[in-house]
């Protein structure tokens, strides 16, 4: 007898299983019972009933994140998804990958057909939401001026950031009037432009006093707004079409406040720690300045500054002095050659031979050398030392 | 005018060593000489207004330390 493995048997049967188009796809109705939210890999584990049958159901996490209502045992739901077979324990299981609250029908089908068409048309696209601005000067609050929303709002703005001002446009939330009187509203905040943000939202309710905020047009008045809407409708697990047009979802009108403005006390513990390091760095700064300044000013040229004109002075004086003696050489040998000449010029004097007794006679200012150059009874000069005598020849001998 | 006082040091040093060579004429000399004395004293001027300029610059810094 040839016998299989039981894991044989079971992946055989799996095999079968998964390999029909019909059981691969399927949309199934019942009731939730034993309904499990495991904590720590988020996937959903829960029984489907109906008054005569069961079958055990799987939602992968990647699966039970998109589903947007708060799951609950005894709830009707309609779970799409496909069959197949847990090999380890043979149990044959259904695998859902969709799951719609039964009984909304009209209504929720309305939503998905808006929804779809809007995100085919790009309203929701990641690339058009803008950042909420981190410091709002003024901040539009849409809502109700009644519900708790409004307080939560007004509440922690002012705790957490109040010179930031709050523009309350009251409008109805719910009935027939909430669509035309928010539509309106948003219509004055932009004409208006005096504003950063803007908040549009309400309390928790049913979904059917949330649905204005699913309106169509609605979604296109928010997608055109000039400036950052954050949308806060409900709580955490209510979806509207205003939540996916709007740049930013916040689970709650009080979460919306926290996302809009800044903590103050943050800021100021921030600002602190600014001030702190620009003061190291300031003195940091006249630290480094002042030595580099002192190291400066220690140097010689500063210090003794005078040294810069005493070394040329030295070099002045040196070659004025060989000015000096160059000139001197020059004048002192020249001064000898005068003395030099002066000395012969005197030993050849005429005047030298008169001082010892001798005369000149000069006629007419010659010098008369023989006798023969004048006449008895001509008139001659006798010059002596210190003077002339006027003389007449009397006779002449030779 | 800024290199005029290396300029008048140059020349300075020129005219001496022109005068060191005593092959030139009296004249001549006088008239280096002239030349080296006035560049002499203008060096000395331009030096001098330095060490004014030097001094007066120091004593304001002292004052403002003291």
């Not at chain 1, 584990?45 to 994140?65: E, G, P």
């Not at chain 1, 695998?95 to 209504?107: N, P, S």
């Not at chain 2, 207004?49 to 810094?61: P, Q, S, Y």
């Amino acid at each position: 007898m040839n016998a299989l493995s039981v894991k044989q048997l079971n992946l055989f049967v799996k095999s079968l299983i998964e390999g029909d188009a019909r059981l691969n796809n399927v949309t199934v109705t019942g009731e939730i019972s034993n309904f499990k939210n495991h904590y720590q890999s988020g996937h959903f584990y829960f029984t489907l009933k109906d008054s005569d049958a069961s079958i055990r159901c799987v939602m992968f996490r990647a699966y039970a994140q998109r589903v947007s209502f708060l799951v609950n045992d005894g709830q009707k739901v309609v779970l799409k998804g496909r069959v197949s077979i847990y090999e380890k324990d043979g149990q044959y299981q259904f695998y859902a990958e969709e799951m719609h609250e039964q009984g909304l029908g009209d209504i929720t089908l309305q939503f998905q057909q808006i929804k779809e068409k809007l995100e085919k048309e790009g309203l929701f696209a990641e690339e058009n939401k803008r950042p909420i601005p981190k410091y709002p000067k003024r901040i539009a609050v849409i809502t109700s001026d009644t519900g708790a929303a409004v307080q939560d709002i007004l509440n922690i703005t002012e705790r957490r950031y109040p010179i930031c001002e709050i523009m309350l446009c009251p409008v109805a939330v719910q009935g027939e009037n909430a669509v035309p009187s928010m539509l309106d509203a948003l219509e004055r905040v932009y004409a208006l432009s005096n504003c950063d943000t803007i908040i549009i939202g309400r309390g928790g309710g049913s979904i059917e006093d949330l649905w204005a905020f699913n309106s169509e047009a609605l979604a296109r008045k928010i997608y055109e707004s000039p400036i950052p809407v954050i949308s806060a409708v409900g709580h955490e697990t209510d979806f509207t079409i205003c939540d996916f047009v709007a740049d930013l979802r916040a689970p709650t009108p009080s979460a919306a406040a926290e996302l809009c403005v800044p903590d103050k006390n943050e800021l100021l513990s921030l600002l602190e720690k600014r001030i702190a390091l620009l003061k190291g760095a300031l003195l940091a700064k006249a630290n480094y300045s002042r030595a580099k300044l002192e190291a400066l000013t220690q140097k010689t040229v500063l210090s003794n500054p005078l040294l810069i004109t005493q070394k040329r002075s030295e070099e002045v004086d040196y070659l004025t002095e060989k000015l000096m003696s160059a000139f001197s050489f020059i004048l002192n040998k020249e001064k000898g050659r005068l003395y030099e000449s002066i000395a012969r010029l005197d030993a050849l004097s005429p005047l030298k031979v008169l001082s010892r007794g001798y005369a000149i006679a000069e006629v007419d200012g010659k010098t008369l050398k023989s006798v023969t150059e004048i006449e008895n009874g001509e008139k001659f000069k006798l010059k002596l030392r210190d003077g002339s005598i006027n003389c007449t020849v009397d006779s002449k001998e030779i | 005018m800024e290199n005029n006082f290396e300029n008048k040091l140059n020349e300075l040093e020129k005219i001496v060593s022109q005068l060191e060579n005593s092959e030139i004429s009296l004249d001549e000399a006088i008239k280096l000489f002239e030349d080296g004395v006035k560049l002499s004293g203008d060096c000395r001027k331009i030096l001098e207004t330095a060490e004014r300029k030097i001094k007066t610059l120091t004593a304001c810094e002292d004052e403002e330390n003291g």
